[in-house]
């Protein structure tokens, strides 16, 4: 595999393991509180409203001309590289607060436990309805991802592998813990994948829109580098400024 | 009605997320990539110089609501 190849492994790869802790999170909440029969039922049917979507647009998506696709997906990619990596800029300099894995299934246990039991033989449409739009919510960004990258490097199934790869990962560690994971550094996965798909999404904007870069594919390890550390000392410059804000106030 | 318009909201949230500026940058920094390779400009250093202005500009907004509120 060359270098383009494993990176679009990686980014998928971590993309869906973020989610899938997301998404884990969720079910966990609702299938022990409000029991597992509905609640496998909507994964199993979210999972599969998912791999519908890839398949059905997948396809169409390679037929498109590369500079117009490379156009589309690099703006898409850059304007949704840009929210995650302004979250995962604000979480690490305290202007947000954390994920917390633990308060979110607390929070969602607690709401799950204050509907109306249902019948333990009957169809629980409030566990399906949570559970299904836990998974698919977050199933959603990860199609987006796998069907973007994929698209442009011409392979859509090993995007697809990487993002597989983590959600079975995820589900092996989540059945031996049975807990939310909240060991997993999910800020730092975002942060990097939020740096990944900004920087992708700066390269084939760039060339889709007409433009070449000076070293052509060389280019790209130097984007990656440079909105990594401008990143991380934006972050570090803002958590100093928080501090400071924080003292004067007190 | 009301679903159309939940769709809509869920499209914006999802796509163009919490700041929209960033997006505007975005479509303004290709815009003009497109525009300067039709004029035989190669412009490839636009669309950074508008992904750092348009994050930088949110992120300025954040610090200085945050700094307001204190």
Request: proline share 3%; charged share 15%.
């Amino acid at each position: 595999m060359n270098a383009g190849a494993w990176a679009l492994v990686l980014s998928s790869f971590l993309a869906s393991a973020v989610e899938t802790v997301e998404a884990f999170t969720i079910v966990l909440a609702v299938g022990l509180t409000r029991g597992w029969r509905s609640t496998v039922l909507a994964v199993a049917a979210a999972l599969t409203a998912l791999a519908v979507l890839v398949i059905a647009v997948g396809p169409s998506l390679t037929a498109i001309p590369l500079n117009v696709l490379r156009l589309a997906v690099g703006g898409l990619l850059l304007v949704f590289g840009l929210q995650w990596l302004r979250k995962a800029i604000l979480r690490a300099s305290g202007y947000k607060a954390l994920h917390d894995e633990v308060a979110i299934f607390a929070r969602e246990a607690a709401e799950a436990r204050a509907e109306p039991p249902a019948d333990p033989r009957a169809f629980d449409h409030y566990a399906f309805s949570l559970a299904f739009k836990g998974v698919f919510l977050e199933g959603l960004e990860v199609v987006f991802i796998v069907l973007t990258f994929g698209a442009i490097h011409g392979s859509i199934p090993l995007a697809a592998l990487g993002a597989a790869a983590a959600v079975v990962a995820v589900l092996v560690v989540g059945f031996i813990v049975r807990a939310p994971l909240s060991r997993v550094p999910e800020n730092t996965l975002k942060f990097t994948v939020g740096v990944l798909l900004t920087s992708f999404g700066i390269f084939w904007g760039v060339e889709g829109a007409g433009a070449s870069w000076p070293g052509n594919d060389a280019a790209l390890p130097v984007i990656i580098v440079t909105t990594a550390v401008l990143s991380v000392g934006t972050a570090s410059v803002m958590r100093q400024r928080k501090a400071l804000v924080q003292v004067v106030a007190s | 009605m009301s679903k159309i318009r939940g769709f809509f909201v869920f499209l914006y949230d999802f796509v163009i997320g919490d700041d929209w500026r960033m997006t505007v940058a975005v479509i303004a920094g290709l815009a003009l990539t497109a525009l300067g390779v039709s004029r035989g400009i190669m412009l490839w250093g636009i669309v950074p110089v508008f992904v750092v202005l348009g994050l930088g500009w949110s992120l300025v907004r954040v610090v200085r609501r945050d700094r307001a509120s204190a």
